[in-house]
């Protein structure tokens, strides 16, 4: 089966053409044709923090070059000199792009003229995330299902990261999914989540904790801008925490002992705010200092809830994702927990940790057989449960 993804969830556009088919162990093997992400993390830089409606509009200018350009890659692009969108269709799909009219324009003025593309599906990112941008690529698959005849696979975006925590690159344009055993806990970690997940197979799962607040990776951004680092201030923190000292500053360790499987990270990041304060112009020494132990703080919370989670469910593998999983101290002391406790551990390669279309193309090769069902539309706050 051949599976065409679209993600635009936050601040990056991509696409990927995956082909799936099963191997001789009985795994699912993914040949990647084509897998493109634009990142607009310059764009949003200048304002510290991704905006919506910039987002929206990057998505919806960049879709058309980058579907071309994937195509290409994929060798599945070629000129038709018939044109491939009958009259009558051309009011619907303007009707679904109305809302994005440089997308419409892009969309008008070249998706006719390229022959249907030998595809069986349609993958696109339903949620959780900012709504305005995961519109576009929702409107974008609605457009293109229209014209090409092809069903959508709408997919949860933290499924995709699970799912890209747990695949392994045989070779960089094969990746297989290896049979795991379950239950699996999964944590995931980003920009917008924070969240422990009980998989019990893929496709069903229960959350059973998430941030009251702030997600890790919000905190990290925030830290990081009161520490005069620039946007996405994860890696920025984690490469300045490597030349500080763990305990010069502590800081606090919110809900390490609650009962549930809930964070709470918007206290730890004003412990970090009245800090900056009561030092009153920190060295660059001092800044190194704050990040590491705000990163001790960060790890401490989510390995405890995580290996408790482990123990009470009785997992049998771990998995960890989202773009907060590139965090070189979070990968070393899950790697030795997890030993400890003899749990495979799944963790991303450093590519598919941050947003991509390859993840959303693989939790659609895993459930084939969910198609859209009622009407399609953006769900900021979709939450994982069982499909
Ligand atoms: O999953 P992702 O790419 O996008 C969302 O779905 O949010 O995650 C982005 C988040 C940002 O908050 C960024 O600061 C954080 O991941 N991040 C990191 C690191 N690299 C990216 N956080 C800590 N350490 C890192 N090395
Ligand atoms: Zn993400």
Redesign the pocket.
Same mark, same amino acid.
């Given at each position: 089966m051949r599976i065409l993804a679209i993600e635009t969830s936050?601040d990056e556009t991509a696409l990927a053409i995956v082909d799936t088919s099963t191997n001789d162990h009985g795994e699912q093997v993914f040949t990647v044709l084509a897998n493109h992400v634009l990142s607009q993390i310059d764009i949003h830089k200048e304002y510290g923090g991704v905006f919506p409606m910039l987002a929206k509009r990057e998505h919806a200018r960049t879709l058309v070059p980058l579907l071309i350009q994937t195509l290409q890659k994929a060798g599945m692009y070629k000129k038709t000199s018939r044109h491939v969108i009958e009259h009558p269709l051309r009011k619907e799909f303007q009707d679904i792009l109305e809302r994005e009219p440089e997308l419409f324009g892009q969309f008008i003025t070249e998706i006719p003229h390229i022959d249907p593309p030998a595809i069986d599906a349609i993958a696109v990112t339903q949620g959780p995330g900012l709504e305005p941008a995961l519109w576009v690529g929702i409107n974008f698959a609605k457009a293109l299902s229209l014209v090409w005849k092809k069903p959508i696979i709408p997919i949860n975006h933290m499924e995709g990261h699970l799912l890209g925590s747990v695949v392994e690159e045989n070779t960089p344009d094969t990746l297989t999914l290896p049979q795991i055993n379950f239950p699996a806990i999964g944590l995931l970690v980003?920009? &917008?989540h924070t969240e422990l997940v009980l998989v019990r197979s893929w496709g069903t799962y229960e959350l059973i904790g998430e941030t009251k607040d702030d997600a890790v &990776?919000?905190a990290? +951004?925030k830290v990081a801008r009161m520490l005069g680092l620039p946007y =996405? &201030?994860? =890696?920025e923190?984690?490469r300045l925490g490597k030349e500080g000292k763990s305990g010069t500053y502590p800081l606090p360790r919110p809900m390490l002992h609650s009962k549930d499987y809930d964070f709470s990270f918007a206290g730890l990041k004003t412990a970090v705010l009245y800090l900056i304060k009561k030092i009153g112009t920190p060295s660059e020494q001092d800044k190194a200092d704050i990040a590491r132990e705000f990163e001790d703080a960060c790890v401490d919370v989510l390995i405890a809830k995580t290996m408790r989670a482990c123990e009470e469910f009785g997992a049998r593998h771990i998995i960890l994702g989202?773009?907060?999983s590139?965090?070189a101290l979070l990968r070393a002391r899950f790697h030795d927990e997890a030993e400890a406790v003899h749990i495979p551990l799944s963790i991303p390669d450093h590519h598919l940790s941050? +947003?991509n279309a390859l993840m959303i193309a693989i939790a659609a090769g895993t459930h084939p057989d969910l198609r859209a069902q009622g009407e399609l539309r953006a769900r900021g706050n979709w939450r994982l449960t069982t499909a």
């Open positions: 936050c980003s920009g &917008g &990776g919000e990290f +951004d =996405p &201030g994860g =890696p923190i984690s989202g773009g907060v590139a965090n941050t +947003d």
